[in-house]
């Protein structure tokens, strides 16, 4: 070929890239050497952008800010070392429609949230700042922060703060404010009741002192609003839950109680009472309060007898649960159920089994990760009649190991027609391209693997499938409509 034809082809190839990343809206895992091609490629639509992770610091910050993308939406720089110098760069960037930024695990402190309060960031509605050296000094400065559209903030994994942090925190002026993440933090709900934020919804007091949940008892008229609660690791006393389930809490919706003690749960379930009262909530976690098999068959028979008239979302992960506690929990009336997590158990091809065998009808979210899920497993699972499966997560199974080709060869037969997300974990990256087509690409950057392509063999059984999520260890390849 003439070098006029191979620079014309390339020309052409160059243009095409170009049109190409003009469409891309999410970006997820750059590795920070790549930084410069970020920024310079023209991305009008990217409203999405995940950093974690990716070392970012020093001159990388300084690259970042550069980007020019004007529906820049969600941010994510979580565990990246960023400091106050990092932080006072960062609110130098162009990115009016900002509205998650997720910061957590970080070396934040006073210094970095002093800079971060300075942002023009107007439409800021979620700002995580989890496990990021936070202490009062920074707690003082968040709180004179602009952003009148706040409504999620976490706080939680940072122990330094205190009841002097909460005189700083009720201070703040987010009216619109609907979460409140705290756990691992010493702030009481006695010193927050003085908030103005009359929208609050979700309130997240994981491993709190048990003083602190017998006061959100005791006041819980001042909490009329809250829909999701997290009391998870509380180590209450029975008589703290009989009050906690005995008196009304109108809107709740959602009740973590993961980590407690499995007679606790019981009690709590089935709200101290033989028979057992109704517990109106639409979704229960009860992740890790079983420590052996025979704990997690008692569990499975205590939910079959509890009242629990309008649970939409079960939630079961690490109970040691196998084929035998899962036949006594399916035995009861699950037609409901919309959202079941099943993860990290001890479930095989018989428990498959006895799940596809049970009234599911409403099932929309199914999650099977770190099971011992082999070919038969797979085989049973395809003959699940869950018409409404949107989401189905099988990552790290076959005996904490990975699914075979044939196991995905299996997996295309699965009659749900309105799956749209599909995570799993493969063997061999490239056993993925059965979800892709034939000349489907594997491109390999600092250990992540990409594929590229349409989810044309896939596209006859999930033709609304639109994500696919395929990890292989420390490999990553994630394929999207």
Not at 86 to 105: E, H, R
Request: proline share 4%; net charge neutral.
């Amino acid at each position: 070929m003439h070098t006029k034809s191979l620079m014309s082809l390339s020309a052409t190839c160059s243009a095409i890239h170009q049109q190409v990343q003009a469409y891309v809206t999410g970006i997820t895992g750059v590795h920070h050497t790549d930084f410069p091609f970020l920024v310079k490629q023209k991305r009008p639509l990217l409203n999405k952008l995940d950093l974690t992770d990716t070392q970012l610091h020093g001159h990388g910050m300084f690259l970042l800010v550069g980007g020019r993308w004007p529906v820049l939406t969600t941010l994510k720089l979580a565990s990246n070392r960023l400091g106050s110098a990092a932080i006072s760069v960062l609110i130098q960037a162009d990115w009016p429609a900002l509205t998650t930024l997720d910061l957590q695990m970080n070396c934040m402190g006073a210094v970095a949230i002093h800079h971060l309060s300075q942002a023009n960031w107007p439409l800021l509605t979620d700002l995580n700042l989890c496990a990021s050296n936070m202490d009062v000094a920074a707690v003082e400065h968040l709180v004179t922060g602009a952003w009148p559209k706040l409504e999620h903030l976490h706080l939680s994994r940072n122990p330094l703060l205190g009841s002097a942090a909460a005189s700083y925190l009720v201070k703040s002026h987010w009216p619109l404010l609907r979460t409140l993440a705290l756990s691992g933090t010493q702030i009481g709900v006695t010193q927050l009741k003085s908030g103005g934020w009359p929208l609050l919804e979700s309130l997240n007091l994981a491993s709190a002192l048990a003083a602190d949940v017998v006061q959100l008892i005791a006041q819980r008229y001042e909490w009329q609003n809250i829909k999701h609660l997290d009391l998870s690791s509380s180590r209450l006393g029975t008589q703290d839950f009989l009050q906690l389930v005995d008196n009304e809490w109108p809107a709740l919706e959602t009740l973590d109680i993961s980590a407690i003690l499995l007679e606790q749960a019981v009690f709590l379930i089935i709200k101290g009472r033989s028979p057992p009262q109704p517990l109106y909530v639409s979704n229960l976690i009860l992740n890790a309060v079983c420590c052996c098999k025979p704990a997690g068959i008692s569990l499975c028979q205590i939910l079959v007898r509890a009242q629990l008239p309008v649970l939409i979302l079960l939630s079961l992960g690490s109970n040691h649960l196998d084929e035998v506690a899962l036949k006594y929990l399916m035995e009861g009336n699950w037609n409901r159920i919309q959202h079941l997590d099943l993860l990290q158990n001890q479930l095989d091809g018989e428990a498959v089994d006895i799940l596809v065998k049970a009234d599911l009808r409403s099932l929309q979210v199914l999650l099977l990760d770190k099971n011992f899920l082999d070919f038969w497993a797979v085989s049973q699972l395809v003959r699940g009649r869950w018409r409404l499966l949107r989401r189905l997560s099988l990552q790290i199974s076959y005996m904490n190991g990975r699914l075979t080709t044939a196991c995905l060869q299996q997996l295309l037969k699965g009659n749900w027609p309105f799956l749209e997300t599909l995570e799993l974990s493969v063997v061999d990256v490239t056993a993925a391209a059965l979800f892709f087509t034939g000349n489907a690409e594997v491109e390999w950057c600092e250990g992540v693997g990409w594929l590229t392509g349409t989810f044309s063999n896939a596209s006859e059984a999930w033709p609304f499938l639109k994500v696919v999520k395929i990890h292989n260890h420390n490999h990553i390849a994630i394929g999207g409509m």
